[in-house]
Nanobody, 121 residues
Framework: QVQLVESGGGLVQPGGSLRLSCAVS????????MGWYRQAPGNQREWVAT???????NYVGSVKGRFTISRDNAKKLVYLQMNSLKPEDTAVYYC???????????????WGQGTQVTVSS
């Protein structure tokens, strides 16, 4: 049984930083792409970042230069380092295990339960 468990969310002031973690169990980890998505109230779920099995990264434009996705294949962990946070980054952040080396979010992918990130003064 594949499980993804996110952690690291919380309340932070604008300009602050958080690091999200996602622990994966029950699946081969290193051969699949991993990603982060987010969903703000009233909005559709939005793709945020992807890291491929070989370590290539890609980001949505609104977070480029502020967020960094990384992975530790030995520990089966994926991280999202979020710096210079803005109120518009407030959302539930979800981890995704892709079913492909290069892509995430497909119908055969797996999701975590989400972790709340709130950016507010």
């Amino acid at each position: 049984q594949v499980q993804l468990v996110e952690s690291g969310g919380g309340l932070v002031q604008p300009g602050g930083s958080l690091r999200l973690s996602c622990a994966v169990s029950g699946s081969i980890f290193s051969i699949y792409a991993m990603g982060w998505y987010r969903q703000a109230p009233g909005n559709q779920r939005e793709w945020v970042a992807t890291i491929t099995s070989s370590g290539l990264t890609n980001y949505v434009g609104s977070v480029k230069g502020r967020f960094t996705i990384s992975r530790d294949n030995a520990k089966k962990l994926v991280y999202l380092q979020m710096n210079s946070l803005k109120p518009e980054d407030t959302a539930v952040y979800y981890c995704n295990l892709g079913s492909h080396a290069m892509q995430v979010g497909g119908p055969a992918s797996y999701w975590g339960q989400g972790t709340q990130v709130t950016v507010s003064s």
